[in-house]
């Protein structure tokens, strides 16, 4: 067993009934910890994008705490972080690890309204600067959040 599944938490999660007490348990690791994990070949981007993706779909019709989710780019980025991992490639510090993009900042294709209605429907053409450079180096982009709250 993984030394991140051992522990009260898995113990007191699996006592509870749920389903994969270890995909809720990632979620609360720091990002520190899950790069670590990442690098050490313990968990997985896959895992940890599914882990996430799970959660804000169980969450997010509560809490709306996020404007879009691209589900499908998450997992193909986590992938391809998954690949380098593998393959021994260089990684950055928080490489294999989820982000969120705030909606006020470009990312090409998904929904930018910055929490306004004057940019209501609104969707970038392209990056900025501060999000492309994350795109293309993971950490892993996950869905866009709501950045009027």
Not at 43 to 60: F, Y
Not at 69 to 76: E, I, L, Q
């Amino acid at each position: 067993m993984s030394p991140v599944r051992d522990g009260t938490l898995f113990e007191r999660l699996r006592s509870e009934g749920r389903s994969d007490p270890f995909m809720d348990e990632l979620t609360f690791l720091s990002a520190v910890t899950m790069a670590e994990q990442v690098r050490k070949k313990k968990i997985s981007p896959v895992e940890l994008v599914e882990a996430h993706l799970t959660k804000i779909e169980c969450l997010n019709p509560k809490l709306n705490a996020y404007v879009h989710v691209d589900a499908n780019r998450s997992r193909r980025t986590a992938r391809h972080a998954e690949a380098a991992v593998m393959n021994r490639e260089a990684l950055g510090p928080l490489h294999g690890v989820p982000i969120s993009i705030k909606s006020s900042i470009d990312v090409v294709g998904l929904r930018c309204e910055a929490g306004t209605r004057l940019r209501a429907g609104f969707a970038a053409s392209d990056d900025r600067k501060a999000s492309s450079r994350r795109i293309r180096r993971p950490p892993l982009t996950l869905p866009v959040d709501d950045s009027s709250r």
